[in-house]
RNA sequence: UGCUCAGUAGUUCAGUGGUAGAAUAAUUGACUGUUAAUCAAGAGGUCGUAGGUUCGAAUCCUACCUGAGCAGCCA
């Protein structure tokens, strides 16, 4: 008799089969069982009928407890009453492990006590869609890049100086020595770049800010591609098709979960039509000027979340916003060809009110030009004279962009919250479990 | 960090000055197709912490702790 997984049940229709189980909840009278069952692929029913099963195999269906893991043999049925299609008619029943008062119960619970159990709340069912469609956009993202020839080059997670400087970096000791946990990997990336052309970092970003929004993570992972021989434009072209890979990926390959997650795919599916719509940061701000709910804006500001908000919903689809005011971009952006108060630059803000997905741009290429940056923006030179060194030895027109993980999962799945799109979200003031 | 709101049974909440409540989970029993099953029974509490007002405080006041929503920062 072969062991299966849940999500092959309709492979072995009218077998019998063994399949390792927790149990999710239970229904019970006196004559039939109904086990909630769930095995990490996917979650079906057990069915036990006392009249085809012995006393002690009932009695057992009987008292079983939530969470309680499980050996159940018997054979795999077709049935419409069935959510998931199919289900188990018991034969047997192996307890392995014992589950006693398993605190996630099938009512709803509070943000805090979830967030406190959050090492039993991934078993439930939302939890478990959300992280396979993590999952999927993790390998589509291994895909994507390496058809479209890149290669994967790692960024230091432990730096000894801060990479852009603005924000608040963790702080930590490396031996003797001050050192920072990264908050990016891109110019080290740019490194890679000048290296070997097109390179990608994916791994975890720390930002010691006092963050404490539906958007915001203390430590999230981010994916930087970094292109060298590549003006803005292409790089925009490159972030599109990337982003309706990861939707086409999802749409392809998680159904089940969409459909746990009540998401609409007909909603997803219009965001793997490409183009994505380009405005410049000028016609964002005549937008939200024309539209008159946004009194006070004005050219030079930097968009807050209703802005993003009004903008992409706009376009009811992901909208590039480029060549924002130099002021309130980092120091190693291209400065534009004809205006000095515009960088070549573009963040990409997701529709259905989940914001910035992406920020990229094209790099400065003049040393002289990043020296004097540098300086003005109170950064010490001698830190950087490995990143000038790229400038000095070939430098070429090269771009690159972050893509926030987090961000993406949040908003493909349609959740309400970031946190729930990482298994162990870092939040302000939690680090527990 | 600022503004707003909240902390009462394992959980989700009601109770706004006079003996601590409901639903649900867990426990026991009934029921052959349940989908947050239903029905019945018993059980379950340092009302976030400390201080104050009062004959009397879960309730009013002060401080602190914890959390949530929104904002800023950004991915």
Redesign the pocket.
């Known amino acids: 008799m072969e062991t299966i997984s849940i999500i092959d049940a309709s492979k072995h229709v009218d077998e019998e089969v063994r399949i390792g189980v927790w149990l999710t ?8 069982a ?1 086990l ?1 069952l769930r095995d990490g692929t996917a979650f079906f ?1 057990g ?1 036990v ?3 085809n099963v012995s006393a002690a195999v009932f009695a057992l269906a ?2 079983v ?2 969470e309680e893991s499980l050996y159940v043999t018997g054979t795999i ?1 077709q ?1 419409k ?3 998931f299609g199919y ?1 188990i ?1 018991i034969s047997e029943i192996e307890k392995v492990g014992a589950s ?4 996630i ?11 406190d159990h959050r090492h039993l709340w991934l078993r439930s069912k939302r939890q478990f869609a959300v992280m396979q469609i993590r999952n999927e956009i993790i390998r589509a993202t291994y895909e994507f890049f390496n058809k479209e020839g890149f290669i994967k080059i790692d960024a230091p997670i432990l730096t000894g100086s801060a990479p ?1 400087g ?3 970096l963790f702080h930590t000791k490396y031996f003797d020595k001050d050192a920072y946990l990264s ?2 990997g ?1 110019l080290y990336e740019e490194a890679g770049a000048m290296a070997y052309g097109k390179v990608f970092s994916f791994g975890p ?1 720390f ?1 010691a ?10 430590e ?1 992972w ?1 994916i930087e591609p970094e292109m060298a021989f590549m003006h803005q434009e292409q790089s925009l072209e490159v972030q599109e098709r990337y982003i309706a890979f990861l939707v086409q990926g999802v749409l392809d390959n998680c159904q089940y979960e969409l459909k746990l997650l009540e998401r609409d795919p007909e909603v997803l599916r219009r965001y793997t039509e490409l183009p994505y719509p380009r405005i410049s940061y000028d016609e964002a701000i005549q937008l939200l000027t024309d539209s008159g709910e946004f009194p006070d804006v004005k050219w030079g ?9 009004f903008l992409a919903e706009h376009f009811s689809k992901p909208v590039f916003v480029v060549n924002y005011p130099k002021a ?1 971009k ?1 120091f190693y952006m291209k400065p534009h060809p004809t205006r000095t108060d515009v960088v070549i630059c573009a ?2 803000l997701a529709p259905e009110g989940y ?5 990229g741009s094209e790099r400065a290429t003049d040393v002289r030009y990043l020296t004097e940056q540098i300086k003005k923006a109170g950064l010490d030179e001698k830190d950087y004279e490995w990143y000038l060194d790229l400038r000095r030895y070939g430098s070429v027109p090269h771009s690159g962009f ?7 999962v949040t908003w493909i799945t349609g959740e ?4 729930e799109a990482i298994p162990f979200p870092r ?4 680090i527990y479990p």
Do not use: C, W
Request: hydrophobic share 25%; glycine share 8%; net charge negative.
């Open positions: 909840n239970k229904r019970s009278s006196g004559k039939i109904f909630q029913q069915v009928v006392k009249s009987k008292e407890r939530q049925h049935d009453r069935s959510h289900e008619e006693e008062d398993y605190p119960t099938p009512k709803e619970h509070g943000v805090d006590f979830l967030m852009e603005t924000t608040e908050q990016s891109q970003t930002r800010e006092k963050s404490k929004t539906r958007r915001h993570l203390i999230f981010m500001d930097d968009f807050g979340s209703p802005e993003e908000t309130i980092p963040d990409l914001g910035e997905i992406i920020g972050g893509l926030g993980l987090e961000r993406a309400e919250h970031i946190r939040l302000l003031n939690r």
